[in-house]
């Protein structure tokens, strides 16, 4: 894929990451007071709308991303340029990492899906931090384990659990962040993914998630209208799932 340049971000500003309510739960927990005082120096926040890219797969790593806001679409295409979404950051996660550690360009992109707010750490600043608290790398390098155990669990989801199920699990998760409750007092989930993209992470192809989505509104279990989804039996999809997974 072409190199290109970043999308300009929104806005610009700076968070402290002693307030931060994801930390606690990313690796930047390893963190002592010291080092925190550190971060808050080098790194730069960003804001970003749907849409914007925040790197582009190709492109040189200069330093990694730390997501306090908002959700993240992790987006890989093939030579031809084809593209597909394998997998969804959201805030406290850090992205951009393996490229940092293997010193290779970026092997994927990432676009916001929902205005985000990321805090970017340039190479030479993350070394630092490094360097003063090896702790960080351990819990990096525990990350990336836990990111080889996930992709293997997936491969042997896609074999072994039905697209339905897959998709009814996609639509779950996705209804932690992208749900209301509308005027009718029914739960709503305004997709940020288009039918092509919620294929690519099920794997499977578009044309199997349109008869799945069909079965679920003949089942009355869900009503799917252009990217806004009703769940309108929320024990019925729980119960699918859990007997599948």
């Known amino acids: 894929m072409a190199s290109k340049s970043t999308n300009r971000p929104a806005q610009r500003g700076s968070t402290s990451c002693f307030a931060c309510q994801n930390r606690s739960r990313s690796e930047w927990c390893q963190l002592q007071p010291a080092d925190l005082v550190l971060l808050d120096q080098i790194k730069v926040c960003n804001s970003y709308r749907p849409g914007q890219v925040i790197f582009y797969q190709g492109n040189p790593s200069l330093g990694i991303y730390c997501i306090e806001d908002g959700t993240i679409a992790i987006r890989k295409s093939d030579a031809d340029g084809n593209s597909m979404i394998v997998r969804l950051a959201h805030p406290g996660q850090t992205i951009g990492y393996r490229a940092y550690f293997s010193r290779e360009p970026y092997s994927a992109s990432a676009e916001a899906l929902s205005l985000t707010r990321i805090c970017f750490i340039e190479r030479t600043g993350v070394s630092r931090l490094l360097e003063h608290n090896p702790s960080l790398g351990l819990s990096f390098l525990k990350r990336m384990a836990d990111d080889l155990r996930q992709a293997e669990d997936s491969r042997l989801q896609a074999a072994a659990v039905p697209v339905r199920s897959r998709i009814i699990h996609l639509l779950l998760t996705l209804k932690e962040r992208f749900s209301e409750i ?44 252009g990217r806004r989804v009703v769940l309108l039996n929320m024990e019925a999809l729980l119960d699918e799932v859990e007997a599948s997974y």
Do not use: C, N, W
Not at 190 to 216: K, W, Y
């Open 182 to 225: 509308d005027v009718h007092g029914k739960l709503t989930i305004h997709l940020p993914l288009a039918r092509q993209d919620i294929a690519s992470m099920v794997g499977t192809r578009p044309e199997t998630v349109a008869r799945a989505v069909r079965a679920l509104q003949d089942d009355g279990l869900a009503e799917f209208r």
